[in-house]
């Protein structure tokens, strides 16, 4: 029933389960992604020549993805961040009652100018393999659920946030009023939870991400993404980056 959904509020452990979920959609794209190697013109400016448009392939393909999945309504739920948020038409689906849980001034914290330029500077020359075979269009799709995914489970920080801060306001009161962010950090924090998060999605991507053969004579486990890169890129990127949101959000939070 409609109604009763849109009062669905969420927990701190609530939103650790999906975070928890998350993994296994960064994996499986990490896995898809790692299926080409670079492809380089793919995020080239002056390689791609698109009538009327400036910018990667890239670009061209989130922008344009964007503004269909806006229209479709991916957007109303504050779930999801856009890339390419300015001038994105409205949903012209009928409104479906999600839940206002976040705090309406702090909710729309996007980083994903962050995200991106990271995204490919940073994070996709360590888990694909150098070269090029053509298939631009294939690895921008890939990239594409794949950046989603990571955004979406960066800006989970503010849902996290507000979740901790429902359970605890007296805790994080004085230290937002301060604009303590050194603080806020430390309370936000919880090092065994990150631990186990790390742990966790390299055991992951041994799981999903081993080759599977009937043939007996293979000898040795391959796997399609180096499990050491996955809990690398989680306690390197994707766990700090979502404690920024957490500090983020929590500093708009009294607003
Ligand atoms: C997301 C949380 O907040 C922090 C960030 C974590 C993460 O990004 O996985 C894990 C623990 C906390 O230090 C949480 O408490 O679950």
């Known amino acids: ?7 669905y509020n969420y927990t701190v452990d609530s939103a650790r389960a999906s975070l928890v979920r998350q993994e296994d959609t960064i994996i499986f794209g990490l896995i898809e992604r790692a299926r080409f190697p670079l492809n380089s013109p793919t995020y080239n400016q002056s390689y791609a020549s698109i009538p009327q448009f400036r910018g990667t392939l890239l670009d061209f393909l989130v922008r344009d993805t964007e503004v269909i999945q806006a229209k479709a309504g991916r957007y109303t739920n504050l779930e999801e961040n856009p890339f390419f948020p300015e001038n994105l038409p409205p949903s012209v689906e009928p409104h479906y009652p999600f839940s206002q849980f976040l705090h309406p001034s702090a909710a729309m914290i996007n980083i994903n100018n962050v995200i991106w330029k990271l995204y ?5 020359p360590i888990f694909v393999a150098s070269g090029d075979d053509g298939n631009y269009a294939q690895t921008a799709a890939t990239d594409l659920s794949l950046l989603q995914a990571i955004s979406r489970r960066i800006h989970y ?9 429902r359970e605890s306001p007296k805790g994080y009161e004085p230290l937002i009023r301060a604009k303590d962010k050194e603080a ?54 994707l766990i700090p980056l979502t404690k920024n949101v957490e500090v983020e959000y929590l500093l708009s939070r009294l607003d």
């Open 184 to 237: 806020l950090m430390k309370l936000l924090t919880i090092e065994s939870v990150e631990e186990m998060v790390v742990k966790r999605v390299k055991k992951k991507a041994m799981v999903l991400g081993q080759e599977v053969s009937l043939d007996r004579n293979v000898k040795g486990i391959k796997y399609k993404v180096d499990p050491s890169v996955v809990s690398f890129l989680y306690q390197k990127w």
């Open 1 to 7: 029933n409609k109604m009763a959904k849109a009062e």
């Open 157 to 165: 920080g503010k849902f996290i946030a507000e979740a901790k801060f």
């Open 120 to 124: 490919i500077d940073e994070l996709l």
